[in-house]
């Protein structure tokens, strides 16, 4: 999945970006993906290539052809994996609250026709960057079936994964879809508690592994993060890494954004920040109150995000303090019914908008003074990256990508002029009350500080073009690994 073609979460922003901003370095890159139905809605040019194949899958054969389009602004090519029956389908993965049964089926011929389009257009590919679980028989597919071939193989392979909780695990007798020798169906190799897990695959054949942080990166490679792959992540420790991912400047930007009643940068903040907060106040019938803080939320209602952490220091807070609450999401209904409680019971402090917009999402971020991200877990998170940007002080729990992103204001980060957040550690709501007390206080008591924590954050590069570049020398160390590397 890649954005404007089709989203489902934070990889369709990768993958939408990355190839281009690779370009701009000088690289060839080119992205392949599942013609879905939805790579239409965006509107972009996207034409047959008279490219077809006809792939081995289980005892059948399946036939399937190339698209080609490109990424918007760059000449960066897409190509487009046709096959109606798999893709052309109401979502990606799933529907009406359940996974395709097919889940296996679709992605065992999405991984094959990559190889078949990388030898039929005569690509040259140097290395294969897979991303998630759909993408981790390529790898072994490159290993194990076409370690002498002309043109695959010397070529590499890199696994990224962006959340190690989506495993793609499927019956075992899928395997036999797989094409692949039984005897690769062990606990080392592709075996997981009985059940065939295609991350699992990408995860021991690919020569590199990276995720979307460096404490990620470290986090999975024990329990409860690493989601029963600790040990294969273990096992695989010296190749793996991680990268923080991008914001992509061209939307997230407050000195540019036309979501935004004033546009502002991090020389001249307050006034337009002050303009964002009180159309923000009003947008969401809050009382105008220039001083009262104003805390929000934007994210998937799910338990990952701590929104049980949220809600109970909502509750006390109300009672005690003053402060406006905003919050942006859609998930669980459970949570649906407890935001709703909260807005309906308390409507001058708290604003609550159960339903995903983008244009909200830039307004929260540009009139809020506090972001919440209280997670459980974060691979990487982007929230708190716009929130840095758009100089809205960001409150973390310290785990995955917040630890990367965000500094403490400790007493001698703020010396140095490192702070650019709050973090606390525990989960628990005492220690996130903690943690939005010391935001709350710098706020109201300490302006100086607080525009110090603030400008330190929007002066921050997170832009694509430093993780682009990262990512160009973890490529040219996979290759370099796997020259170095006896094929099996
Ligand atoms: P994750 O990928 O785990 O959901 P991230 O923080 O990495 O979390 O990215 C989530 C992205 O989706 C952000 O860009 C966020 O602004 C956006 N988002 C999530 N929910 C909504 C919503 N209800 N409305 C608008 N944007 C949303």
Avoid at 289 to 297: D, E, G, I, N
Avoid at 381 to 397: D, I
């Amino acid at each position: 999945e890649a954005v404007p073609f089709a989203k489902t979460g934070g990889l369709a922003d990768v993958c939408g970006v990355l190839p281009s901003e690779l370009a701009k370095l000088g690289h060839e890159a080119a992205l392949i993906m599942p013609a879905y139905r939805q790579i239409h809605a965006a509107g972009l040019p996207i034409q047959p290539m008279g490219v077809e194949f006809e792939l081995p899958l289980g005892s059948k054969r399946v036939r399937g052809r190339l698209l080609h389009s490109h990424l918007p602004g760059s000449d960066c090519p897409v190509y487009f994996v046709q096959n109606d029956e798999y893709f052309d389908r109401p979502e990606l993965y799933r529907h009406a609250g359940a996974d395709y049964r097919d889940n296996c089926e679709r992605f065992v011929f999405f991984s094959r026709a990559v190889l078949a389009a990388a030898v039929q257009l005569d690509l040259g590919v140097d290395l294969f960057h897979c991303n998630d679980w759909q993408t981790g028989l390529i790898p072994a597919y490159l290993k194990i079936e076409h370690a002498t071939h002309p043109r695959l193989g010397q070529a590499a392979s890199l696994m990224t994964v962006h959340n190690l909780a989506y495993q793609g695990t499927f019956w075992n007798w899928d395997m036999l879809l797989t094409g692949l020798d039984w005897k690769y169906f062990n606990w080392q190799q592709m075996e997981f508690f009985g059940d065939l897990n295609l991350l699992k695959t990408g995860l021991v054949f690919a020569d590199r592994i990276n995720t979307v942080s460096p404490t990620y990166a470290q986090e999975i490679q024990s329990a409860p993060l690493g989601c029963g792959l600790e040990g294969v992540l273990q096992q695989r420790r010296h190749v793996l890494s991680g990268i923080i991912n991008g914001i992509d400047e061209a939307s997230w930007n407050p000195a540019i954004d036309r979501h935004l009643l004033m546009q502002y940068d991090a020389d001249n903040y307050a006034a337009g920040k002050a303009a964002c907060k009180a159309a923000l106040q009003a947008q969401f019938g809050l009382p105008a109150q220039p001083r009262t803080p104003l805390v929000a939320f934007i994210g998937r209602l799910a338990d990952q995000k701590g929104i049980d952490l949220i809600a109970a220091v909502m509750r006390q807070w109300i009672q005690q303090h003053d402060a406006q609450w905003v919050i942006l999401g859609t998930g669980e209904p459970r949570y649906h019914e407890l935001f709703e409680q909260l807005a309906q019971q308390y409507p001058a402090k708290v604003a609550v908008r159960l339903m995903f917009s983008d244009a909200l999402a830039h307004q929260i971020e540009a009139g809020a003074d506090i972001f919440l991200m209280p997670s459980r877990y974060e691979p990487c998170g982007l929230n708190q990256l716009y929130s840095l940007k758009y100089g809205t002080a960001p409150v973390v729990r310290a785990t995955g990508g917040l630890v990367d992103t965000i500094v403490n204001a400790t007493p001698q980060a703020i010396a140095d002029r490192r702070a650019t957040g709050f973090v606390f550690q525990d989960y628990s709501v005492v220690a996130l009350a903690e943690a939005l007390h010391r935001a709350v206080d710098v706020y109201l008591h300490h302006p100086q500080t607080w525009q110090r924590i603030i400008q330190t954050g929007m002066r921050q590069d997170w832009s694509w073009t430093h993780s682009a570049r990262q990512y160009a020398a973890l490529y040219q160390q996979t290759l370099d690994q796997a020259r170095h590397t006896v094929r099996v």
